[in-house]
């Protein structure tokens, strides 16, 4: 059915969705977007589901949108280039209203739009070997679409320290800027995911999607007008002189006309 994320579910109702372009790190890819808001819609509407565990292939969790799929909107139309920004915005606010409890297991390294996956799920629990990144500055663009999720996850003065700079950060850090709730050796991340997973199995699936919706709505609200204005940020971004030279150096392997 998935191309670039493969579901399992256990008898237990548990699914693991598992990001799976290996050799692309696990960017997202336009396919990778589509599949994810699918597989996020399917899995919300079906009842036999009860808790969905967010993982990945290969060495990478994520690293982030697929730099080909953004250097694609160079030469896009202005009306073309925000219907990819509204496809990557549905996405994430597909996941982040799942009314199941998702878990992110996030064995490697998550950057720009992998921070974005893990600030969608409900808790996220790492290796404690994982680095992570808010890059998008380094390439002449901005944390948008991801943005209201990020700082909703970290709080203003939390993400401030990160969402600019581009700087890497450790797993430790990680858990103090409140994006992870754990980091654990990758030899002991598995049974602290199932750790999480264990006591919903012994609530009621409907009252914790109602309790998951209640905690949304009492928390900072991503909204239609959030959304609109997050798409509107990027395709500025994609239609500027910085986003070209930076994903262009990119290509060329080499620094950008900004990098001392």
């Not at 549905?90 to 390294?109: F, W, Y």
């Not at 991503?222 to 910085?242: F, P, R």
Request: charged share 25%; aromatic share 4%; glycine share 10%.
């Amino acid at each position: 059915m998935f191309e670039t994320i493969h579901v399992n579910r256990d008898a237990r109702g548990v699914v693991t969705l598992t990001l799976d372009r290996e050799e692309k790190h696990n960017a997202m890819s336009a396919q990778m977007i589509a599949e994810l808001h699918d597989a996020a819609e399917t899995l919300g509407a079906d009842a036999e589901v009860r808790v969905v565990v967010l993982a990945a292939r290969g060495k990478t969790f994520c690293a982030g949108g697929d730099l080909g799929w953004m250097r694609d909107q160079f030469e896009a139309e202005p009306e073309a280039r925000g219907r990819e920004a509204a496809k990557l915005a549905d996405m994430l606010q597909a996941l982040n209203t799942l009314p199941k409890p998702l878990i992110g297991r996030v064995h490697g390294n998550a950057f720009g739009g992998g921070v974005g996956l893990l600030s969608v799920c409900d808790v996220a629990i790492g290796a404690d070997h994982a680095l992570m990144a808010l890059t998008e500055t380094r390439l002449g663009l901005i944390p948008a679409t991801i943005g209201p999720y990020v700082v909703a996850r970290m709080g203003e003065a939390r993400a401030r320290r990160v969402f600019m700079s581009g700087r890497r950060f450790d797993a430790a850090e990680a858990v103090q800027l409140g994006l992870l709730a754990r980091a654990v050796p990758e030899r002991d991340l598995d049974a602290a995911i199932e750790a999480e997973v264990t006591p919903y199995l012994d609530c009621a699936p409907g009252a914790v999607g109602q309790a998951k919706a209640l905690v949304r709505a009492l928390g900072p609200q991503v909204d239609d007008a959030t959304i609109a204005m997050t798409i509107a940020a990027l395709t500025t971004c994609w239609s500027g002189d910085e986003a070209r030279e930076g994903i262009g150096a990119f290509f060329d392997r080499r620094r950008p006309a900004w990098q001392v």
